[in-house]
């Protein structure tokens, strides 16, 4: 059973989706109960597979029995195996948060386990081809999720989400094109050295390089291809919002870094300066508009979400100067961005569905009527400001170091500017939320599950959260170990 781990992930939550709607016929709420069965199966085999990577190395899986590079391959290694480790915690997070604040359709839990599906496949894919096939079914997924808020803006926010998101789609699946007319295979360890064979300055393995990675950035919601990430996550079901902000741009995130490392090497980048230099120009021109945008907000969830715009800069940053300290950086504060912003999410709703408070002005003094929510949305603040111990702080510190070492100081200064951005709108939070007198002086039901009451669970899901947040440094030197796995990076 070992030796089919990786495939089992990716069935096992797929399988799990079409029970809900079978059992639909006879009843409406055991979609909850099917997903969380699913997962917390899910999770153990994550467990297994980390265990066999921590103790054998890289896994290899060839899907149907043919072997790589014609068959479907896939590979699971310690930077893939993090990722599936945390689409299993967080998803078990937000089903314990959702069985409360719901919603609790069979059909929104069959697209919940959709979309855990779409994750664990692009996370452990070797194929270029096939990570496109789990690119789709994540959008699908979440596109669904969006929508299914009570809201027309919902439906608007979803639309909207569904035309960008399949640009980036499209881009990406063109540079596959490109890439298999340069090579004539898909396979991503294959591409590796056929794209070598062929040339770094060949115009189709550049053309292939732009555009796949052209879409995966929208996908990740870099500016100025952000536009549809404000809107979904401010008008989801807070359920979705903190599921969809803590893994739907990480993974996409992931899938940059494999392209980067197993598909078109650091060599590509050495040997192309231009195209490192490009990427991480975009990336700082990220951390700076996200931070600036996020500043100028009224909405706590539109704060959050362009907050989200500006920490993947960061990562991807991070990714971009492809030094090892720079990498483990970028990991980590992939990893404890996924924690920190889905705890945020989950708090705010908490706090609204407590107060009615959804803006800036409106968090005055709701400290003292939400404490343990309140509480733990300071911690999780402080923590993605980069306050030590957070892991916020060792992954930011991290990359700074790694750009450093590259000689990278144009990236250094845009990483400490953005530090102080993002301590000017979170500070500005926190104060409100507890020196401030308050705004709204009656409680008020929320519309959003606002008839729905905020449970233990619910409460202990924010505090777990911001619990993580600072205990997660203490794993930094396992993610450190699991990254020898990856190919050889620059400036070793």
């Known amino acids: 059973m070992i030796e089919h781990l990786p495939v089992l992930l990716v069935v096992l939550p797929i399988v799990g989706g079409t029970l809900p709607l079978v059992a639909s016929f006879y009843t ?20 297994l597979l980390g265990w066999t990577v921590w103790t054998d190395g890289v896994v290899s899986y060839a899907v149907g029995g043919f072997a790589a590079p014609y068959g479907i391959e896939l590979v699971v290694d310690g930077l893939s195996v993090a990722l599936v480790a945390l689409v299993s915690v967080v998803s078990l997070g937000v089903l314990a948060y959702a069985r409360s604040a719901g919603p609790r359709s069979n059909a929104f839990y069959s697209q919940f386990l959709l979309l855990a599906t779409g994750l664990t496949g692009m996370s452990i894919t070797g194929d270029v081809f096939n990570l496109y096939v789990f ?21 608007v926010a979803a639309l909207k989400y569904l035309i960008v998101g399949t640009i980036g789609a499209s881009l990406y699946l063109l540079g596959v094109g490109y890439a298999l007319a340069a090579t004539g295979t898909l396979n991503m360890a294959d591409l590796a050295d056929k794209l070598a064979a062929v040339g770094y300055d060949s115009t189709l393995v550049l053309t292939a390089f732009g555009l ?74 990220s951390i700076v508009a996200g931070s600036a945008l996020a500043v100028s907000q009224s909405s706590v969830q539109r704060m959050l979400a362009y907050s989200s715009v500006s920490q993947f800069g960061l990562v991807v940053a991070g990714f971009t100067i492809a030094t090892p300290i720079a990498v483990v ?43 343990l929510a309140a509480g733990s949305f300071a911690v999780l603040a402080l923590a993605m ?84 947040a600072v205990a997660l440094t203490a794993a930094v030197p396992a993610i450190e170990q699991l990254l020898e796995t990856l190919p050889p990076l620059l400036n070793q």
């Open 385 to 468: 400001v980069g306050v030590p111990p957070a892991v916020g702080f060792v992954g930011k510190w991290y990359i700074v170091v790694g750009a450093v070492e590259a000689n990278a100081w144009p990236v250094v200064a845009v990483l400490l500017a953005s530090t102080l951005l993002t301590l000017a709108y979170f500070a500005r939070l926190v104060e409100r939320l507890y020196f401030a007198e308050p705004t709204i002086r009656e409680e008020t039901a929320v519309a959003d599950g606002g008839d729905s009451p905020v449970s233990t669970g619910m409460i202990t899901v924010v505090v777990a959260a911001a619990v993580l």
């Open 212 to 285: 796949m990675v052209g879409g995966l950035t929208v996908k990740v919601a870099l500016f100025p291809l952000h536009t549809w990430q404000p809107d979904a996550y401010a008008n989801a079901p807070d359920t979705v919002s903190a599921y969809i902000s803590a893994l739907v741009s990480t993974v996409s995130a992931y899938a940059l870094a494999r392209l980067l490392f197993s598909v078109f090497t650091v060599q590509f980048l050495d040997a192309v300066p231009v195209a490192q230099w490009a990427l991480l120009g975009l990336a700082c021109v």
């Open 28 to 47: 409406d709420r055991i979609g909850w109960y099917v997903a969380t069965a699913a997962m917390l199966c899910h999770t153990v085999l994550a467990g």
């Open 329 to 371: 950086g970028a990991t980590v504060h992939l990893v404890g961005h996924a924690v920190m912003k889905g705890g945020l999410f989950a708090a705010s709703g908490i706090i609204e569905r407590r107060t009615g408070a959804t803006t800036v002005g409106g968090y005055a003094g709701m400290a003292a009527r939400t404490p």
């Open 135 to 155: 690119l789709e079914i994540t959008g699908l997924a979440a596109y669904g999720l969006v929508a299914s808020g009570r809201e027309a803006n919902a439906a």
